[in-house]
Each structure stands twice: as structure tokens, then as C-alpha cells.
């Protein structure tokens, strides 16, 4: 799975040139705030294809369903249990074409979403070890994402989007039995364009890109 990630050796100006080696960036530099301990439901970078130009913004990390428009995005009181409860900050390969809060995202809004790493834990509760795993190159991760967008009566308009899991392989399976969908550059347009199908790029776990550290 990917329930935390690091942001901390993003810069916009690598960004921005990764990008462009496949079309242009329409949007203007934007603060990226650094952080090495990204948390659900923060607002984290996301980039899309529109019109044929990159569009980057920052979007809510934990999928909100366009069907939840017109609903609160929190709890309106105490005990109302109206808020969202779904958990989807992570969607799952096998069912992230039919599942009901993700299969139109699926269909017409994917994106990805860059960082400097991610970390499982391992161990026992009250002893657990936290692990960072990065690029072997030193490059950005690039996850495969969905977004989507609904308009809610507390929090407005909210842009969000969720990080694609599939099943571990290699020694990323010591950690976790799940890892995020991490897509090469040369991958994004095949990713980015709904109709193909983006099978092949859901097996290619490849644990080879990737080195481990403790981290603190």
C-alpha cells in the first residue's frame, strides 16, 4: 500500500523539466511546500493532461467521489454520520475499473503524482520499523493516480485523487504484499490516455528501481 510519502526533494524546476520533455506545462510555478511525512487528506501536487498540456495542481490526497456532490465533506454535528467515511487514499488494480467511487475516474480522469519516496512499516505494534524507499537513481516517483471532483456545502469545490496499489513482487514483498503503481516516464502517456489498457503497466512492479533505508 502507500498510506505515507515524502515530498521533501521535489523542486519545481525538475518537475517542470520532466514534464516538458513530453509536452508543454501550461501552469504557473507553484509553492510545493516540501514535506517528508505526506498524510492522507493533505493537499499534495497532481499532474494532468488537458488540450494536449500539462496541468498541475494540488488536490486533496483521499479520493472524493464525483456522486458526493451536494453532500459534507465532514460530519455536519455531532453524530451525524453524514460526512465522507470511505477510505481512498489508495485504489486497488483489480477493481479500480468497477468499484463505485473509482470506476469513472478510471474511465476519464487519471493523473500522476510525484515524489521523493514512500514508506511501509514493519514489526510489531510498539516496535514497528519504518522503511523509505526511493529511486535507485536518485530520480522522482511518479504514481499512477485517479482525480476527481464534487462540490460540497462545507468545503466547496474539492479536487482529489487517490494513488493506484497492486500486488507487491521481488524484496518490496518483505515489507508490504501491495505497492504503489510507479510509472517510467516513457509510460505516462500510456497511462494518461483512458481507452488502452494499462494491464501491462500494472504487472511491471520491477523492485530493481527501487532502494530501502530506515528511516527515522
Not at 43 to 62: C, F, H, N, S, Y
Not at 96 to 111: G, I, Q, T
Request: proline letters at 7%; aromatic letters at 12%.
Amino acid at each position: 500500500m502507500c498510506g505515507r510519502f515524502d515530498t521533501s526533494h521535489l523542486f519545481w524546476r525538475d518537475i517542470h523539466e520532466q514534464l516538458s520533455t513530453l509536452i508543454p506545462v501550461r501552469t504557473e510555478p507553484l509553492n510545493l511546500e516540501p514535506d517528508d511525512d505526506v498524510r492522507p487528506t493533505t493537499p499534495q501536487l497532481t499532474a494532468r493532461i488537458e488540450d494536449g498540456v500539462w496541468i498541475l495542481e494540488k488536490m486533496r490526497w483521499g479520493l472524493v467521489p464525483f456522486w458526493r456532490n451536494g453532500k459534507p465533506l465532514k460530519d455536519t454535528a455531532k453524530g451525524a454520520d453524514d460526512g465522507f467515511k470511505l477510505t481512498t487514499f489508495n485504489c486497488k488494480v483489480e477493481t479500480c475499473h468497477s468499484a463505485a467511487a473509482f470506476r469513472d475516474a478510471f474511465a476519464k480522469r487519471r493523473c500522476i503524482v510525484p515524489a521523493s519516496a514512500w514508506y511501509e512499516w514493519t514489526g510489531e505494534k510498539g516496535a514497528k520499523v519504518k522503511h523509505r524507499f526511493a529511486r535507485a537513481d536518485g530520480k522522482a516517483i511518479w504514481f499512477a493516480g485517479l482525480w476527481d471532483r464534487c462540490t460540497t456545502p462545507d468545503a466547496g469545490e474539492v479536487r482529489s485523487f487517490t494513488i493506484l496499489t497492486g500486488p507487491s513482487a521481488g524484496r518490496l514483498s518483505d515489507y508490504h504484499n501491495r505497492a504503489p503503481v510507479i510509472l517510467e516516464q516513457e509510460e505516462w502517456s500510456a497511462w494518461l490516455e483512458p481507452p488502452r489498457d494499462p494491464a501491462a503497466l500494472f504487472a511491471a512492479v520491477r523492485p530493481e528501481r527501487f532502494e530501502v533505508a530506515t528511516a527515522a
